[in-house]
């Protein structure tokens, strides 16, 4: 494995699980799959999952919607070695020759529910009834409506199974980002030990005890459920949580291990912003959500930075420029007072393009400072348009080093 010259290359080569979190639009897609990339031709045996219901990281990893199935990893390179040119030389050359793999997943939340239901029941006639059962039915698209879930679900299994050095989770915008993190607990206080024993006084469907639960002087709560769901529903609730009784252990102690696996020395959170009042808004929140939830921060990811030329700053050299434009103007023809109005609007706009370069540094500057002397801050420029292809991933990539470097 390469070593590692800077903060965010020691994270790539060190963690086992990287999530990272940021609002949407500000190239979290992109940007989990440059990471997985960059992992991958470090020599990391890779890969990188999308619970976003967009196709950005297909269009990233220059793929198509047929190219991928749900919930299952397609190698991505070497695979498709093909589709990156060799490398021009340089100090963040990345190579190939000690590259990994990289695979890609795509998770379809209402499949990877009833694999993850199926998972927790493992007793076949058990997992057969439960799957029969009309309020289960009536759950699963619940389930599959949640994704974070169904996510915590999955990366617990794949960090299990151990069969990837480095995987990275790319995660519904930040608004969401305390669901996602307490996902597993929401729903296991959901089907609690107080819920089941209370829907343990319904008489199951196949229960030697007919009498009803709803005559006079029977429970008032059993009356009031049977008034709003109707009497015949609740032997199927009572059959659903009476299945659920084996199942809470189990899904105790796996939330737990999740819990733990995502604050362990393995796991890395790493935000992706960009510059902006509400940007550095949100980027101040989750920094202190982590900070808060005791969860490992790792750095932030900046896209989309103006970088306008150091020439803009020198209003003489503007002047100049100005000048020389209005000359070239008049002599294809262009009357002065137009040449002259067209050289004074460049002359506007590249100002504007010197402030906007300013007010983005400063914020860059408050995002650095928040970091700390512990996580990195990865600037990557403005880019010209969205990548499509594997070389273009694979130069954002280098650019992520590189900003990160800089900032040193």
């Known amino acids: 494995m390469a070593s590692s010259p800077n903060p965010l290359l020691e994270t790539l080569d060190s963690s086992e699980l990287i999530i990272c979190i940021g609002s949407g639009g500000v190239g979290k897609t992109t940007s989990s799959a440059a990471l997985a990339l960059l992992a991958a031709l470090r020599g990391r045996k890779t890969l990188v999952l999308t619970i976003d219901p967009a196709k950005r990281l297909l269009q990233a990893l220059g793929l198509h919607d047929d190219d991928l199935p749900a919930n299952t990893p397609l190698e991505v390179f070497p695979r498709m070695t093909s589709a990156l040119s060799h490398p021009e030389p340089g100090p ?165 291990q999740t819990d733990a696996l995502m604050r362990s020395d393995v796991t890395a959170f790493i935000a992706v912003t960009a510059p902006g009042a509400t940007s550095l808004r949100e980027a101040y929140h989750l920094r202190e959500l982590l900070e808060t939830e005791g969860l490992p921060f790792a750095g932030f990811v900046v896209n989309r930075v103006l970088q306008a030329p150091a020439s803009l700053s020198d209003e003489e050299t503007l002047q100049q420029l100005s000048e020389d434009l209005q000359g070239r103007l008049e002599s294809t023809g262009v009357p002065t007072d137009q040449a002259e109005n067209l050289a004074a609007r460049v002359r506007e706009g590249a100002k504007r393009l010197h402030f906007m370069d300013r007010a983005d540094r400063t914020q860059v500057k408050e995002l650095r400072k928040l970091a700390g002397d512990h996580a990195f801050c990865a600037v990557v420029p403005q880019m010209e348009h969205d990548i499509h292809v594997l070389d273009e991933l694979r130069d954002l990539a280098n650019q992520l080093v590189a900003g990160v470097t800089e900032a040193a």
């Open 92 to 256: 963040f050359d990345l190579g190939t020759e000690k590259a990994g793999s990289l695979h890609a997943m795509m998770l379809d939340p209402e499949q990877g529910a009833s694999l993850m239901v199926e998972r927790l029941l493992p007793d076949k006639s058990v997992r057969e009834e439960v799957l029969a059962n009309r309020i289960y039915r009536a759950l699963l698209p619940a389930l599959s409506a949640s994704p974070d879930l169904v996510a915590l679900e999955l990366i617990a299994d794949l960090h299990r199974e151990n069969n990837f050095d480095l995987i990275v989770l790319d995660t519904p915008p930040a608004h969401n980002t305390m669901d996602f993190l307490q996902a597993g607990q929401t729903f296991s206080n959901f089907i609690n030990e107080r819920v089941l024993k209370w829907f343990s006084r319904v008489p199951r469907k196949d229960s030697a005890h007919k009498r009803s639960i709803f005559r006079r002087g029977g429970s008032v709560a059993m009356s009031v459920l049977g008034r709003l769901f109707g009497a015949e529903i609740l032997p199927d609730i009572a059959e659903f949580f009476y299945s659920f009784r084996e199942v809470m252990p189990l899904m105790r102690e796996r939330n737990e």
